[in-house]
């Protein structure tokens, strides 16, 4: 849950960064905002990682998805390199 809300946040800061549109309140759009932000500024692609982690989300919460096959420490580690890329990306 935690690795998903880091991830989607730190999409929504890189693409306010780069003009990127996105909808703040829909996931789906903030996936589509990740493979754009990949595309066109060569960030790394955690945009089916998004899918994943927010069908695991979604798993937990409502039980209406099935749980995704993550690794926690494969999940950790992609997280950490986007953040990462993301602090480069804008300066920080």
Do not use: Q
């Not at 003009?19 to 066109?40: D, M, P, R, V």
């Not at 998805?65 to 300066?91: K, M, Q």
Request: with cysteine; charged share 20%; proline share 3%.
């Amino acid at each position: 849950m935690f690795a998903f809300l880091c991830l989607e946040n730190a999409v929504a800061a890189a693409a306010l960064h780069a003009g990127t549109s996105f909808k703040i309140t829909s996931h789906s759009s903030k996936a589509h905002a990740a493979k754009e932000l990949a595309s066109k500024h060569g960030l790394p692609d955690v945009s089916s990682l998004l899918v994943e982690l927010n069908d695991a989300r979604k798993s937990t919460s409502y039980g209406d998805a099935p749980w995704p096959n993550l690794d926690a420490e494969d999940v950790a580690a992609e997280v950490e390199r986007f953040l990462s890329a993301v602090e480069t990306f804008v300066g920080a």
